[in-house]
């Protein structure tokens, strides 16, 4: 299995790689994340870690998330690209003024043509179930993305760990 997210990530586009880490420029923009199923799980594990990094992001569907508006930011985890509800909320954003990434296996799909920044997560086949490793690589690219983000931050960890909970 570990090879399979080896190879995925193997074949990720550099450049498409660099627009993505390139959308969170802003340290000041204010970030909604989401996703449907699994993929949201992973949206929230990353809205966790852009939290840690000092960043203003809400999980959407979150009872204290407020609406999102121009200049902010939706991220949309979504395999198919073609979930309803994500399509939905990619609209409503772009409407609203907002800037829309996602992270999709289908570069061609619906979400990605409302999309500002796609990044294609070339997932194919895979001896796992479900999109498990679609998941699993989109996860490690957001990580990917903070890990590259808290390197421009002095003393990154010790402040990361001040935001981590401590209600646990």
Known sequence: MGQEITDVLGRIDADAFAGLVQAFDDPHQRWFFSGQGRSGLVAQMGAMRFMHLGRAVHFVGEASAPSIRRDDALLIVSGSGETPVS??????????????????????????????????????????????????????????????????????????????????
């Open 87 to 168: 399509t939905g909320f990619a609209r409503i954003a772009k409407a609203e003024g907002a800037k829309v990434v996602t992270l999709t296996h289908r570069p061609a799909g619906t979400l990605a043509g409302i999309a500002d920044v796609t990044l294609h997560v070339p997932v194919e086949e895979s001896k796992q179930f479900g999109g498990s490793l679609f998941e699993q690589s989109c996860l490690i690219l957001l990580d990917s993305v903070v890990l590259g983000l808290a390197q421009q931050i002095a003393d990154a960890h010790r402040l990361m760990l001040q935001r981590h909970t401590n209600l646990q």
